[in-house]
């Protein structure tokens, strides 16, 4: 924030892009690019602790002082707009792309990953961090009440704002049921996730979420909640609850699971919007915005 813009002027950078952060001042012929993933803290302040949020209440500032903002979705994009009030036309979205690592896995394969990490082998599955804004409690409510042979598999770190996950567990009466790993590496992580039965992400506000895409193109179909930018990025591929409702969410699992048809149309049509998301396409959007920027520079000076 302090040092970086001497070396910026010295080697004489036309343009670059910052994550989040900018620093507290610029030379006017460099043109600084604030590449911003979300201002949830801000419309849900209760799901951030008091640090993160003093924290994060720098990148407002940074927007409003960069010369042009990229963020990660459309829903986003309206978001750091409403807070910030910068002009239309400093701001643009971008979604992310998923690796194509994400894949349909071997039989072999899938039995070997799960006998390492002693998991069963069929079962429900979560991936991401386990915080009170993933809505990790209405999962475990839902599945407490599903008459299923599955169990449910829940991969992620423990973080700040966090629910006392194995309390909940044991007063669901479901701990023999419920598998849970913290870090996994992704290698072994993505054969995880194609040999789940479904995807369940119940998360209250997402600025893009990657997760459900990952396991929608390694060929499981998932279940997502209707919050932020989830029905923009998963499209028709997913299937939607609203995430304070236990009982919906029961529902949609026990119908996707149990209706081979509507199970096999969400299997494809997910597979088919996730692959539509590449790293290829979102660096050439990055990159037409940089060409933008560079070209409108150059014909006002």
């Not at 950078?13 to 030379?27: G, T």
């Not at 804004?133 to 829940?154: D, F, G």
Request: positive net charge.
């Amino acid at each position: 924030l302090f040092i970086f813009p001497f070396f910026l002027y010295k080697e004489k950078i036309d343009l670059v892009i910052f994550q989040n952060y900018i620093p507290f001042w610029k030379c006017n012929r460099i043109t600084y690019v604030n590449y911003v993933h979300d201002f949830l803290f801000l419309d849900y302040p209760n799901f951030f602790s008091k640090p993160q949020r003093l924290l994060f209440r720098l990148i407002v500032n940074s927007v409003k002082r960069a010369d042009h903002v990229i963020t990660i979705s459309e829903s986003e994009r309206n978001r750091v707009l409403r807070h910030s009030s910068i002009s239309n036309f400093k701001i643009d979205f971008v979604h992310h792309g998923i690796s194509e690592s994400f894949r349909e896995y071997d039989a072999d394969i899938q039995k070997n990953v799960l006998d390492k990490y002693g998991l069963p082998n069929k079962y429900l599955l979560y991936v991401g961090r386990l915080n009170r804004r993933k809505n990790i409690k209405v999962l475990l409510h839902a599945y407490s009440i599903l008459n299923t042979e599955l169990s449910l598999v829940v991969i992620g770190k423990k973080e700040v704002q966090e629910f006392e996950f194995e309390e909940e567990v044991v007063n669901l009466n479901i701990q023999n049921k419920v598998f849970r790993l913290d870090f996994v590496p992704v290698e072994d992580l993505q054969t995880i996730i194609s040999a789940a039965k479904l995807f369940v992400f119940p998360s209250f506000a997402e600025g893009f979420g990657l997760p459900p895409l990952e396991a929608m193109r390694s060929g499981v179909p998932a279940i997502v909640s209707r919050g932020m930018a989830m029905p923009e990025v998963c499209k028709g591929g997913a299937v939607y609850f609203d995430p304070e409702n236990v009982s919906e969410l029961a529902k949609k699992i026990d119908w996707l699971i149990n209706n081979q048809d509507e199970y096999n149309y969400y299997k494809r049509e997910g597979k088919r919007v996730a692959e539509s998301y590449t790293w290829d396409k979102s660096s050439l959007e990055v990159l037409g915005v940089v060409k933008k920027l560079i070209k409108n520079k150059i014909t006002t000076v």
